[in-house]
């Protein structure tokens, strides 16, 4: 099944660039259905290795079928779909590894936006980051307990170190667009 998903992410993007069979919108849709199959798939085979695979999928896609011009509005927003995609699973499931792709992922590109694209002198910028910002980590914070408020469990030492570097992370981001220089 796995090798199944990948040929169909790789051929997608082959169609997109090499052949032009689809529009980028057709093509990263497309994308976006793999992703939701292949976590449904997760789900009802009982299996992680899927559910990181339609992370690492869904995460690849907007680099898949980018065409160079960068918009970090329309990216962060399909980061937060995906990453409210996870939550919606950790909800059903308690699989710490994708609840800690998805995070490593999400901060990666974010912090890497954040380095080299951010703009500190135009505030819809600065706004737009600290909207996105927040909203990561409401979603993380939720992501790492949901479950073990769900089933009444304790918390473990990884779920509390998670959720202490969420909150380091997010006041390190909001310090850093606030003090005006990336």
Known sequence: VGGGIAVLYLTIAIAFHEYQIFSQTVAFLLMVIITGFTILLSISYNRVELAVLAILGGFASPFMVSTGQGNYSVLFTYVLILD????????????????????????????????????????SMVGGALIFATLFYLVFFAMNIVHNIRENVKFRALEITLLLSNTFFYF????????GEP
């Open 84 to 123: 409210a995609g996870m939550l919606v699973l950790a909800y059903y499931k308690k699989w710490n590894l994708v609840n800690i792709v998805s995070y490593a992922f999400t901060l990666i590109l974010f912090g890497s936006w954040l380095g080299a694209k951010f703009d500190s002198s135009d505030p």
């Open 172 to 179: 390190a981001v909001g310090m850093i667009i606030l003090s």
